[in-house]
């Protein structure tokens, strides 16, 4: 039976002891779009506990990028900018284990025994959330905030975390 919880521990490890991929979301985070006008979307990253803040910021800018690019556009702007970490907590069960020895000596008992506790201990999970809300432009606007090329910026960032 030990075999089968040390089996199944490490098979969970594995499954979610990765940072979130770049994917839609699902179980283990991701992001989601929304359009709001025919050049305006907002955008969301949901990572997990093992994703980093630049890791999140970076795929919600990698999902806007793409926006960009699908819907025929060649740059954006970000109008609004969001993030912050969703904290949760996870206290391990604690458990006790009581050994003992009885012992007699003509019509007396004497004994002794040991108890011992371990687990709960508490985990602090962050993950982190990015919205963003951008505009797209066919072409690059004289305006002044950052303009963002959407190719050069999706080549960059899948680049870096070696998205195929």
């Known amino acids: 039976m030990k075999k089968v919880g040390i089996i199944l521990s490490v098979c969970i490890l594995i499954f979610f002891g990765c940072a979130t991929s770049y994917q839609p979301v699902g179980f283990t985070g991701g992001y989601e779009e929304t359009r709001l006008d025919e050049n305006v979307f907002s955008v969301f990253f949901r990572g997990n506990g093992y994703t980093s803040r630049q890791r999140a910021v970076d795929f919600a800018l990698l999902r806007s990028a793409e926006l960009t690019i699908t819907h025929g556009y060649e740059y ?5 900018s969001n993030s912050y970490l969703s904290t949760s907590t996870y206290t391990t069960p604690t458990q006790t284990r009581t050994t003992g020895e009885v012992g007699f000596y003509g019509n007396s008992a004497y004994g002794t ?21 951008i505009m797209c432009f066919k072409e690059k606007p004289d305006i002044e905030a950052t303009v963002f090329n959407a190719r050069f910026l999706s080549d960059s960032i899948n680049g870096k975390y070696d998205i195929k």
């Open 113 to 133: 025994s040991r108890t011992t506790a371990f687990g709960g201990q508490t985990y602090y999970i962050r993950k982190p959330r990015v919205s963003l809300m």
């Open 76 to 80: 954006f702007v970000i109008l609004e």
